[in-house]
C-alpha cells in the first residue's frame, strides 16, 4: 500500500476516479458526557455516536468540525443544510473547512457480525440491509 504523503492532497482533490462519498448513518447521537478517566472534573463533555456500516477517511472528523463550527455560531444553519445535502469531501476543502483534530476524538468500538468471518463481504449481508424501517427522524 502506498503512502499518502506520495499523493498530495491537492492531486488526490483533482483526480476523476473518486471513491464514492454517500454513506448512510445508521444512528447518530449527542449527549452529556462523562469522564471515561476516574476524578477528571471540571470540564463540559459531550458524548457524540456515529454508527454506520462504513466510513470516508476523516468524515467522522468533519462531521464533529461541522457540528463545532455550528455549535459557536461560525456556520449559519442554512449552510449546516447546504453540506449535509452535498456531501462531497470537496465541498469541506473548497470552503476552507478542515478537519477537526484527533485530540479528544475517541474510537470506542468496533463490531463485526461473526457471520462475515465466514461469509466474508461481498457476500454477507446483514439485517438491516433489508429493513425499510426509518432507523433516524430526517426532519429538520
Known amino acids: 500500500m502506498a503512502s499518502f504523503m506520495k499523493y498530495p492532497r491537492r492531486n488526490r482533490l ?6 464514492p462519498t454517500m454513506r448512510h448513518m445508521l444512528h447518530v447521537g449527542i449527549s452529556g458526557g462523562e469522564s471515561r478517566f476516574g476524578g477528571v472534573n471540571g470540564f463540559s463533555l459531550i458524548e457524540i455516536s456515529v454508527i454506520s456500516r462504513s466510513f470516508l477517511r476523516s468524515q ?45 476524538l475517541f474510537l470506542e468500538d468496533v463490531v463485526y457480525d461473526e457471520r462475515m468471518f465466514i461469509n466474508p463481504v461481498p457476500y454477507h449481508y446483514h439485517s438491516w440491509d433489508e429493513t425499510d424501517e426509518v432507523l433516524c427522524d430526517e426532519s429538520f
Open 14 to 19: 483533482r483526480t476523476e476516479s473518486r471513491t
Open 60 to 104: 467522522i472528523r468533519h462531521m464533529i468540525r461541522t457540528i463545532v463550527e455550528h455549535a459557536y455560531g461560525r456556520l449559519q444553519w442554512e449552510r449546516l443544510i447546504w453540506f449535509l445535502n452535498n456531501p462531497n469531501p470537496e465541498n469541506f476543502h473548497n470552503s476552507g473547512m478542515v478537519a477537526a483534530p484527533p485530540q479528544g
